[in-house]
């Protein structure tokens, strides 16, 4: 990763924060993006030479702004890691978050990509676009549906863009991890467990007994996958949806 340059949204905690430490280990020239400025801040001040923009992705002109200045820093992008979200889950009615869910999760991701395609590397060298989706996106869990349909919508933005991108030598592809151990996780297992009136303990068991290696991924697992993706290794590999979910989902 030498003297590449990565863009990675959602970089301020868990599994973006991960992907940012794992890819400055490898040599990356980082750029890293979130809401939360502080937190963003943060990860990049350790990381050498890492620049911390502050940036709500569901704002298209904020979003275009973000990358040309990523551009302007560091120079053409090489990689998008496209992490950045929200999750939880959605009733119907008046408090109904679909509409935000689906615009940070959705429209926020494709402006991202979009953004980022313009200062992509030229071909010949390969320029790579990855996606954070979840294994939502291969399951319905109830009350979950604005959750389940962003994340599944993903794969088919992926699958489009990989057959659209590929004559520029840009291999796009997504993640689909399942529990992984970071503060999203932690307070969804807490909302089980308040639902259903039991212990944190209780509902972290039930949960990982649905997960055949019985724990949370860690999120060095995933960022592990994303460093693979960039590599050299995955030349061939464009237009897939990589599951890491402990066995939960097997597609």
């Not at 863009?161 to 999203?184: F, H, K, R, S, Y």
């Amino acid at each position: 990763m030498a003297a590449r340059h990565v863009v990675v949204t959602g970089a301020g905690t868990g599994i973006g924060r991960a992907i940012a430490t794992r890819l400055a280990a490898d040599g990356a020239s980082l750029t890293l993006l979130g809401r939360d400025g502080t937190r963003l801040a943060a990860v990049a001040s350790a990381l050498e030479g890492a620049v911390a923009i502050s940036c709500d992705i569901r704002d298209r002109a904020a979003v275009d702004a973000a990358f040309d200045r990523a551009a302007a820093t560091h120079g053409p992008i090489d990689a998008l890691v496209a992490n950045a979200g929200v999750g939880g889950s959605n009733e119907p009615g008046e408090a109904d978050r679909f509409d935000d869910i689906v615009a940070t999760n959705v429209t926020g991701t494709y402006s991202c990509l979009r953004a980022a395609q313009r200062h992509l590397v030229e071909a010949p060298s390969p320029g790579h676009l990855v996606v954070i989706s979840s294994v939502l996106a291969r399951i319905g869990v109830p009350g979950y549906t604005a959750y389940c349909a962003s994340k599944t919508a993903l794969l088919g933005l992926v699958r489009a863009l990989a057959a659209e991108l590929a004559p520029a030598a840009v291999q796009v592809n997504a993640i689909c991890p399942g529990w992984v151990d970071t503060e999203m996780a932690r307070e969804g297992i807490a909302a089980i467990a308040a639902g259903r009136d039991i212990s944190y303990a209780a509902a972290l068991h039930d949960a990982m007994s649905a997960v055949p290696l019985g724990r949370m991924s860690d999120p060095a697992d995933v960022a592990g996958v994303v460093a693979w993706l960039l590599s050299p290794d995955a030349r061939g590999v464009t237009g897939q949806a990589i599951d890491i979910n402990g066995g939960a989902y097997m597609g």
